[in-house]
């Protein structure tokens, strides 16, 4: 079964730094898709940013970027300039079957 | 990015009462629907999916008969707790998915808080 590990509960981060957030995820699947998604206080989910596994090139949006290293089934997310909207849950999560399956959720909080 | 409408927001009812949730794709024909459970601080727990016209298929633990679904057309999913208990008290997100913005991505309500009193 894919499972999805969030190592970090909480980070933090000062205003205009970047932030690292680390994800990992198991498979023994090829093709499937990842995503990380952002949860402020609202706790409305949102969609922050997308990879297909089999694009080699990392997907980028904005400020957010990711580094996908399928061997090593790793995706991290990199919040360059963080703003202090940025302040939330972020999930990770893998879909292969049609179901996304989330990791545990890193707490951001960034500070003024 | 796509819409989804997820109504009411809050809910309070008394126990052994049901509860109706509303789920609407506003600007997208969803051909798959999702109902998540949330606590406090944790990660979004996977209930049922849905497809238009059909039975929802439920994961393994999620009594079928205590959290009725429905999915009439694509873009309306109901999800009705009935005879809510205390224990019942969480945070249930919807999830639609279609062919907006590609087929793989999920777009979510803002969620329900349902408080069984």
């Known amino acids: 079964a894919q499972t999805v590990t969030q190592s970090q509960p909480e980070m933090s981060v000062q205003e205009a730094e970047t932030v690292t957030l680390s994800c990992t995820y198991d498979?023994?699947?090829?093709?499937?898709?990842l995503f990380w998604y952002k949860q402020p206080p609202s706790r409305q989910m949102i969609l922050v940013i997308r990879q297909e596994a089999y694009k080699q090139q990392n997907a980028t949006e904005n400020r957010f970027s990711v580094n996908f290293q399928k061997a090593a089934k790793s995706f991290s997310l990199k919040i360059s300039d963080s703003q202090l909207g940025d302040t939330a849950m972020y999930f990770c999560?893998?879909?292969?079957?049609?179901?996304?399956?989330f990791g545990q959720g890193t707490t951001l909080q960034v500070k003024p | 990015g796509a819409v989804v409408s997820q109504h009411p927001s809050r809910v309070i009812c008394k126990s052994g009462t049901s509860v109706k949730i509303e789920c609407r794709s506003l600007d997208f024909q969803a051909t798959t629907m999702f109902w998540y459970r949330q606590f406090p601080k944790q990660s979004l727990m996977l209930m049922a999916t849905s497809n238009e016209g059909s039975k929802a298929t439920y994961e393994q633990g999620v009594e079928k008969d205590k959290f009725l679904i429905n999915h009439a057309s694509l873009t309306l999913s109901t999800l009705t707790v009935t005879s809510a208990h205390p224990e019942d008290s969480s945070f249930y997100i919807c999830s639609a998915r279609g062919t907006q913005g590609g087929e793989n991505i999920q777009y979510f309500g803002a969620g329900t808080r349902l408080s069984v009193l």
């Open positions: 999560a893998f879909m292969n079957t049609g179901k996304l399956i």
């Open positions: 498979t023994s699947e090829s093709n499937y898709y």
